[in-house]
């Protein structure tokens, strides 16, 4: 099993800043592929970037990229989401998930678990 506990939403202007935090424990962090999804009220959950275990590969939705950073910290089991140059559609509950492989992909159903999701909110 693994647990995983995000942190770090909350409220910020447009064109602002937030890291996310997701720290995980449980079963072996290094070698999953990690990811994070959002979803906003009434839209199905949507993919946000994944990252392989090693940091070798990261892939991103368009929506985010250029604008997000995934970043993995094995030796603490965290992982992060620098969001920077916020809009009000990134508006969400943003979740991190993680998967029994070492491949990244970006269908929901893909990963084992999931945290309890933290929410960022962006006013215009």
């Known amino acids: 099993q693994v647990q995983l506990v995000e942190s770090g939403g909350g409220l910020v202007q447009a064109g602002g800043s937030l890291r996310l935090s997701c720290a995980a424990s449980g079963r072996t962090f290094s070698r999953q592929a990690m990811a994070w999804f959002r979803q906003a009220p009434g839209k199905e959950r949507e993919f946000v970037g994944a990252?392989?275990?090693?940091?070798?590969?990261?892939d991103y939705a368009d929506s985010v990229k250029g604008r997000f950073t995934i970043s993995r910290d094995n030796p603490k089991n965290t992982m992060y989401l620098q969001m920077n140059s916020l809009k009000p559609e990134d508006t969400a509950v943003y979740y991190c998930?993680?998967?029994?492989?070492?491949?990244?992909?970006?269908?929901?159903?893909?990963?084992?678990?999931w945290g309890q999701g933290t929410q960022v909110t962006v006013s215009s």
């Open positions: 998930a993680a998967r029994t492989s070492v491949v990244v992909t970006s269908t929901p159903g893909e990963y084992n678990y």
């Open positions: 990252q392989t275990w090693t940091g070798g590969r990261t």
